[in-house]
Nanobody
Framework: QVQLVESGGGLVQTGGSLRLSCAASGSIFSINTMAWYRQAPGKRRELVAAITSIGTSNYADSVAGRFTISRDSAKNPVYVYLQMNSLKPEDTGVYYC??????????WGKGTPVTVSS
């Protein structure tokens, strides 16, 4: 079992920045890829960024160049961060942390809301 707790969301103006954090505890040795997803009101949950256990990252086209995902696996809990810069109103949504532990075992946090005002 892996427990994920997100933090760092809030209200920010267009062009502003936020840093989201996700703390992973429990069976952290089993975690492979960690990722951030978001879900805007009335829309499906979508992948924002992901990072593997060796630090390889990938981003949705809509956030590439503005968001940076990072991971600190030396700590317990393991932390994954999402630095969000140049925020736009379309970045508004609930941001979820996900841990992929292989064999179809995925864990999700409860999410942290981000609102970008125009």
């Amino acid at each position: 079992q892996v427990q994920l707790v997100e933090s760092g969301g809030g209200l920010v103006q267009t062009g502003g920045s936020l840093r989201l954090s996700c703390a992973a505890s429990g069976s952290i040795f089993s975690i492979n890829t960690m990722a951030w997803y978001r879900q805007a009101p009335g829309k499906r949950r979508e992948l924002v960024a992901a990072i593997t256990s060796i630090g390889t990252s990938n981003y949705a086209d809509s956030v590439a160049g503005r968001f940076t995902i990072s991971r600190d696996s030396a700590k317990n809990p393991v932390y994954v961060y999402l630095q969000m810069n140049s925020l736009k109103p379309e970045d508004t949504g609930v941001y979820y942390c996900k841990a992929d532990c292989g064999y179809g075992m995925n864990y999700w946090g409860k999410g942290t809301p981000v609102t970008v005002s125009s």
